[in-house]
C-alpha cells in the first residue's frame, strides 16, 4: 500500500507541474496579448457609440429649438403685437396654449422660454429664469448651444424671425444632461465616466494612472467628451480567458481522475462494498428489534426527539400511544417463549394493519410498545388505540383471551421535555390497567 501511494505521489507531482507548464505557455502568454487588443478596440467602440448618442441629442437640443422657434402662428401673434394690433398681455394669452403645445413633445426638456422686446412672453416647464439671468448666454446671443460648467444642462437658443427674415424674438430652451449622462450609463456595461470639456484641454488619448483617457470632438460644436475607465474592467477578454482556462483545467483533472480511478478501482471497490455492506448491517442491528423487525427502544428515542422538534416548529400536533400486552407473563410461563414470541408477531401485525404509513411503532420492552402519531389531536389518536383494542380482542388466541391496555398522551408544544410525554402516556397506561385492563385511558 505505501509503495502504491508512493508511486500516486509521483504521478500527481509530475501532472501538477504539467499543468502549469501548459498553462503558462499555452494559455496565459498568448491569451494576455489578446487582453491588451481586447481591452483598447472594445473600450474605443462602446466610446463611439456614447459619442453618436450625445452628437444626436446636442444636436437635437438646437434642431428643437429652432423647430418651436419657427412655429408660423406664433411668430404672427408677435408681429401682430409690434404692429400695434394687440397689447402684450394679449399676447401672452395668444401664445401661452400653443407654446406649451409644441414644446411638451420633446425628450428631455425641463423648461423653454420665449423672450419678445426683452420681457418674458411665455414659458414651459420648470422656473429656470434665475438661471437665464445669472449667465452671460442671453447677452452674448452668439451661440445656438452651451453646455453648463457644472454638467448638468445643455441650454439651446433660436431666433424667432418674421416673413423678411428680422428677428423679432428668441426662445431657450434648458435640457436635463444628466438624463443624458444616465442613458450613457446604462448602454455601457463596464464603469465609463463622461465629461464634457470646452476645448481638449491639452490631453490626449491613452492610459494615466491606470485609466484608459480617449477624447473626442463633437461636431458642430467646440466642445469634446472625455471617457475614462479602469483598464482591469473589460470583462470581455477577461471571461474569454477563464473560459480557456478552466476548459484546461478541467481536461486535466479527468485526465488525472481517470488514472487515479485506473490504479485505486480494483483494490477499493471490494473494500468500498464490504464497508457499505457492514454498515448496512450495524445500521439495521442497531435500530430495529431482531424479531419482530420494528424499530427497537434506541431508535424510538431518536424518531420522537425528532418528531417532537418538528411539531414545536411547525406548532402542528404529535400524540403518543403505550402498549403493553396484558398478563403477557402468563402466556411464556404456561405455554413457553414460543407462544409467547408468536403472540408478540401477531400484536405487531395487527398494529402495522390499521396505522397509517408515517406512523412509527417500535418496541419499548419485552412486552411493550410505543406508537408515535405526527399530525395526530390527543383526541384522534384515543380513537386510533381503540381501534387498535378492537382488532385485537377480535383475534382468537388459541391459549387464552389476549388483549392489551393502552395509555395515550399528546405533545404540548415548548412545555414537554421527551421524558414528560413518555410518562404521561405510561401514566395513562398505568390507570388503564388499575381500572381492569383491555381498555384505552388517556392524560
Same mark, same amino acid.
Given at each position: 500500500?505505501?509503495? $502504491?501511494?508512493?508511486?500516486?505521489?509521483?504521478i500527481?507531482?509530475?501532472?501538477?507541474?504539467? *499543468?502549469?507548464?501548459?498553462?503558462?505557455?499555452?494559455?496565459?502568454?498568448?491569451?494576455?496579448n489578446?487582453?491588451?487588443?481586447?481591452?483598447?478596440? @472594445?473600450?474605443?467602440?462602446?466610446?463611439?457609440?456614447? /459619442?453618436?448618442?450625445?452628437?444626436?441629442?446636442l444636436n437635437?437640443?438646437?434642431?428643437?429649438?429652432?423647430s $418651436?422657434?419657427?412655429?408660423?402662428?406664433?411668430?404672427?401673434?408677435?408681429? =401682430?403685437?409690434?404692429? @400695434?394690433?394687440?397689447?402684450?398681455? /394679449?399676447?401672452?394669452?395668444?401664445?401661452?396654449?400653443?407654446?406649451?403645445?409644441?414644446?411638451?413633445?420633446?425628450?428631455?426638456?425641463?423648461a423653454?422660454?420665449?423672450?419678445?422686446?426683452?420681457?418674458?412672453?411665455?414659458?414651459?416647464?420648470?422656473?429656470?429664469?434665475?438661471?437665464?439671468?445669472?449667465?452671460d448666454f442671453?447677452?452674448?446671443? %452668439?451661440?445656438?448651444?452651451?453646455?453648463?460648467?457644472?454638467?448638468?444642462?445643455?441650454?439651446?437658443?433660436?431666433?424667432?424671425?418674421?416673413?423678411?427674415?428680422?428677428?423679432?424674438?428668441?426662445?431657450?430652451?434648458?435640457?436635463?444632461?444628466?438624463?443624458?449622462?444616465?442613458?450613457? &450609463?446604462?448602454?455601457?456595461?463596464?464603469?465609463?465616466?463622461?465629461? *464634457?470639456?470646452?476645448?481638449?484641454? @491639452?490631453?490626449?488619448? @491613452?492610459?494615466?494612472?491606470?485609466?484608459?483617457?480617449?477624447? =473626442?470632438? $463633437?461636431?458642430?460644436?467646440?466642445?469634446?467628451?472625455?471617457?475614462?475607465?479602469?483598464?482591469?474592467?473589460?470583462y470581455?477578454? *477577461?471571461?474569454?480567458?477563464?473560459?480557456? *482556462?478552466?476548459?484546461?483545467i478541467?481536461?486535466?483533472?479527468?485526465?488525472?481522475?481517470?488514472?487515479?480511478?485506473?490504479?485505486?478501482?480494483?483494490?477499493?471497490?471490494?473494500?468500498?462494498?464490504?464497508?457499505?455492506?457492514?454498515?448496512?448491517?450495524?445500521?439495521?442491528?442497531?435500530e430495529?428489534?431482531?424479531?419482530?423487525?420494528?424499530y427497537?427502544?434506541?431508535?424510538?428515542?431518536?424518531? $420522537?426527539?425528532?418528531?417532537?422538534?418538528?411539531?414545536? =416548529?411547525?406548532?402542528? %400536533?404529535?400524540?403518543?400511544?403505550?402498549?403493553?400486552?396484558?398478563?403477557?407473563?402468563?402466556?411464556n410461563?404456561?405455554?413457553?417463549?414460543?407462544?409467547?414470541?408468536?403472540?408478540? /408477531?401477531?400484536?405487531?401485525?395487527?398494529? &402495522?394493519?390499521?396505522?397509517?404509513?408515517?406512523?412509527?411503532?417500535?418496541?419499548?420492552?419485552g412486552?411493550e410498545?410505543?406508537?408515535?402519531?405526527?399530525?395526530?389531536?390527543?383526541?384522534?389518536?384515543?380513537?386510533?388505540?381503540?381501534?387498535? %383494542?378492537?382488532?385485537?380482542?377480535?383475534?382468537?388466541?388459541e391459549?387464552?383471551?389476549?388483549?392489551?391496555?393502552?395509555?395515550?398522551?399528546?405533545?404540548?408544544?415548548?412545555?414537554?421535555?421527551?421524558?414528560?410525554?413518555?410518562?404521561?402516556?405510561?401514566?395513562?397506561?398505568?390507570k388503564?390497567?388499575?381500572?381492569?385492563r383491555?381498555?384505552?385511558?388517556?392524560n
Amino acid at each position: 500500500m505505501n509503495r $502504491l501511494l508512493n508511486k500516486l505521489k509521483n504521478i500527481f507531482g509530475i501532472i501538477i507541474v504539467l *499543468i502549469i507548464i501548459v498553462s503558462y505557455f499555452g494559455v496565459y502568454i498568448p491569451l494576455k496579448n489578446e487582453l491588451e487588443d481586447s481591452l483598447h478596440s @472594445g473600450f474605443k467602440t462602446m466610446v463611439s457609440n456614447s /459619442e453618436i448618442i450625445l452628437e444626436n441629442h446636442l444636436n437635437r437640443a438646437v434642431e428643437d429649438a429652432e423647430s $418651436l422657434a419657427s412655429r408660423t402662428m406664433l411668430a404672427a401673434g408677435i408681429e =401682430r403685437y409690434h404692429a @400695434g394690433e394687440i397689447t402684450f398681455s /394679449e399676447l401672452q394669452q395668444y401664445t401661452q396654449a400653443e407654446y406649451n403645445q409644441g414644446a411638451s413633445v420633446y425628450e428631455y426638456l425641463l423648461a423653454a422660454y420665449r423672450f419678445v422686446d426683452s420681457r418674458l412672453l411665455t414659458s414651459y416647464g420648470r422656473e429656470f429664469t434665475w438661471f437665464l439671468d445669472n449667465s452671460d448666454f442671453r447677452r452674448s446671443g %452668439n451661440e445656438n448651444l452651451i453646455i453648463t460648467s457644472d454638467q448638468n444642462y445643455i441650454i439651446a437658443q433660436a431666433a424667432v424671425e418674421d416673413k423678411a427674415g428680422n428677428t423679432i424674438g428668441r426662445d431657450y430652451i434648458i435640457y436635463d444632461l444628466t438624463a443624458m449622462f444616465l442613458e450613457l &450609463k446604462q448602454l455601457n456595461a463596464e464603469e465609463i465616466r463622461y465629461n *464634457i470639456l470646452r476645448g481638449d484641454e @491639452g490631453l490626449e488619448n @491613452g492610459i494615466y494612472s491606470g485609466k484608459i483617457v480617449e477624447l =473626442r470632438e $463633437l461636431n458642430n460644436t467646440d466642445y469634446f467628451l472625455k471617457a475614462e475607465t479602469s483598464d482591469s474592467l473589460i470583462y470581455g477578454a *477577461i471571461s474569454r480567458i477563464s473560459y480557456k *482556462i478552466m476548459l484546461v483545467i478541467f481536461s486535466t483533472i479527468i485526465i488525472i481522475s481517470f488514472l487515479v480511478t485506473k490504479i485505486l478501482h480494483n483494490t477499493s471497490e471490494n473494500m468500498v462494498k464490504n464497508l457499505k455492506q457492514e454498515l448496512k448491517e450495524k445500521t439495521i442491528l442497531s435500530e430495529t428489534d431482531k424479531m419482530l423487525g420494528i424499530y427497537n427502544r434506541a431508535k424510538f428515542n431518536k424518531e $420522537l426527539a425528532r418528531e417532537m422538534d418538528r411539531a414545536q =416548529r411547525y406548532d402542528s %400536533n404529535l400524540s403518543l400511544i403505550m402498549i403493553d400486552i396484558d398478563y403477557f407473563k402468563k402466556f411464556n410461563d404456561n405455554y413457553g417463549h414460543h407462544v409467547g414470541d408468536q403472540i408478540l /408477531e401477531k400484536i405487531v401485525a395487527i398494529i &402495522k394493519q390499521k396505522i397509517r404509513k408515517h406512523d412509527i411503532l417500535a418496541r419499548y420492552g419485552g412486552d411493550e410498545f410505543m406508537l408515535i402519531c405526527p399530525e395526530t389531536r390527543l383526541e384522534e389518536a384515543e380513537k386510533l388505540a381503540q381501534r387498535l %383494542n378492537r382488532a385485537i380482542d377480535e383475534y382468537n388466541c388459541e391459549h387464552d383471551d389476549l388483549s392489551c391496555s393502552f395509555g395515550v398522551a399528546e405533545f404540548k408544544s415548548f412545555k414537554d421535555e421527551q421524558k414528560d410525554l413518555i410518562n404521561r402516556a405510561d401514566q395513562a397506561l398505568y390507570k388503564a390497567k388499575e381500572n381492569g385492563r383491555n381498555r384505552v385511558c388517556k392524560n
